[in-house]
């Protein structure tokens, strides 16, 4: 078990998260070709309105915002009601189905109603701190480790003790969901993103980077492939860029001496930083990146044969059925270690419950399961972070591979200031990729993420 639990602690990943985000024959790898140009109508000259006309005129349009910002308004997403219920989950389409079973064992076992309520991810978050106070949110919500920062700081979730029961998680996973000394999370999955080779068009593992950029521009240069490199851009991406800029040296924050993230200390213009910046101009002006590469373009790419090599995680794998593959650890840039971030996945209570204790109960005795777990494993494909549930599946070479490639991972910082980071340095990478000076561009990123933390 400890040398499971040393592989699981550096298993990288989620939260991401997310998250997160070629060439001529893919309708993806390039960008659409601009509508041809039609011939403009003849312009004519509009009779001169009265003041009074001007007026009605101006008073309808104001309507018509108003009516339209009205509907927009009414449109915003709304979690479904909690009802009568004495103990809410939230959870997305993937989870529910699999805590559905749990939660009504736990209704059958303790005479209360328990309802597990879909959720979209990404609406989780934001929506337990509008719903909670109003006494319409959750008591237990399935949320990511680096929300943390945030949840903890505005006091929306509630510190949760595990005792022994740590025990039986990865040392990383219940890592990633302490802040400030407490616990806030249960942890069931640790993700990672790593490299995903087409065997047959690249048979050996590279060696090293600058070993995979000459064969992916070699196989794209005779027409092999139209993509050397999917990796999602569009028009940057700095979770799925990270191990390639840590190999180069940079780093995101500093450490303090305990290990937590330092915001002041960013590092997107450090030494290794610049290095970095100009990697990814070079790599941009090779084109073994490119940045009109999204999501979806990656996925088609890969899964058509149509790139050798593909930057992505645990979640994007099943669509790669009809192509030869493996996962593996990305190869040393410039010398130097590539480290994914790692995210891991769990539950957390809400600080506005009034069923605390039913919250811990059915926390602790009835999602601290193996059977969770490895329910979870199924239907999401994210490793599980409990160490027995992750042996049964890390016979599995692409939980494997993912595993080693996150045994070069760092968690993902879960800090508020964080959120400072991610919108400014997407558009550190699209100024380098559009042709701004690598090391002006990444200078300006940090001076925006200095500014955006003091700002508070």
Request: aromatic share 8%; with cysteine; net charge negative.
């Amino acid at each position: 078990m400890r040398a499971s639990r040393r592989l699981l602690g550096v298993v990288a990943a989620v939260a991401l998260v997310g998250a997160a985000c070629g060439s001529d024959d893919s309708d993806s790898t390039t960008a659409t070709d601009a509508p041809a140009e039609t011939e403009a109508p003849a312009e004519t000259e509009a009779p001169a309105a009265t003041d009074a006309e001007t007026t009605e005129t101006t008073e309808a349009a104001t309507e018509t915002t108003e009516a339209v910002e009205e509907t927009t308004e009414t449109t915003e997403y709304q979690p479904p009601a909690r009802g009568d219920a004495d103990l809410v989950i939230w959870a997305d389409d993937t989870r529910a189905p699999v805590l559905t079973p749990i939660a009504e064992a736990f209704s059958a076992d303790e005479g209360v109603n328990v309802q597990v309520l879909e959720v979209p991810f990404d609406e989780i978050r934001d929506n337990l701190s509008v719903q909670g106070p109003a006494g319409e949110g959750p008591d237990i919500i399935v949320g990511a480790h680096d929300w943390l920062g945030e949840l903890v700081s505005n006091g929306v979730v509630l510190p949760i003790d595990l005792g022994p029961d740590a025990d039986l998680y990865a040392d990383v996973a219940v890592n990633a969901f302490s802040y400030e000394g407490q616990q806030y999370g249960l942890p069931y999955a640790i993700e990672n993103i790593a490299l995903i080779r087409n065997t047959d068009l690249v048979p050996e593992a590279p060696a090293t980077f600058e070993d995979l950029e000459a064969t992916a521009l070699a196989l794209q240069a005779d027409g092999t492939v139209e993509v050397p490199l999917a990796v999602q851009q569009d028009p940057g991406d700095p979770y799925h860029n990270y191990p390639l800029f840590s190999g180069s040296g940079g780093y995101v924050f500093g450490l303090n001496e305990d290990g937590s993230s330092n915001p002041a200390d960013v590092g997107i213009d450090s030494e290794g930083g610049l290095v970095a910046a100009q990697n990814f101009a070079d790599w941009s002006n090779s084109g073994l990146i490119n940045k009109d590469v999204s999501y979806d373009v990656m996925i088609d790419s890969f899964s058509s044969g149509n790139a050798p090599f593909a930057i992505t995680g645990p979640w994007a794998v099943s669509s790669f059925e009809d192509v030869n593959f493996v996962v593996e650890p990305i190869p040393a840039v410039d010398g130097g270690t590539p480290n994914v971030f790692v995210g891991v996945q769990g539950f957390m209570i809400s600080a506005f419950t009034e069923a605390e204790d039913l919250s811990k109960t059915f926390l602790l005795d009835y999602l601290n399961t193996e059977e969770l777990q490895l329910g979870l494993y199924d239907a999401g494909g994210r490793p599980p972070a409990m160490t027995s549930a992750f042996d049964q599946v890390a016979s599995d070479p692409i939980i494997e591979g993912f595993g080693l490639s996150g045994q070069q991972g760092i968690p993902q910082p879960a800090i508020p200031e964080m959120s400072a980071v991610w919108d400014n340095w997407t558009d550190g990478y699209s100024l380098i990729f559009t042709g701004t000076d690598p090391v002006e561009a990444f200078t300006g990123t940090a001076a925006a993420i200095n500014e955006a933390i003091a700002a508070g």
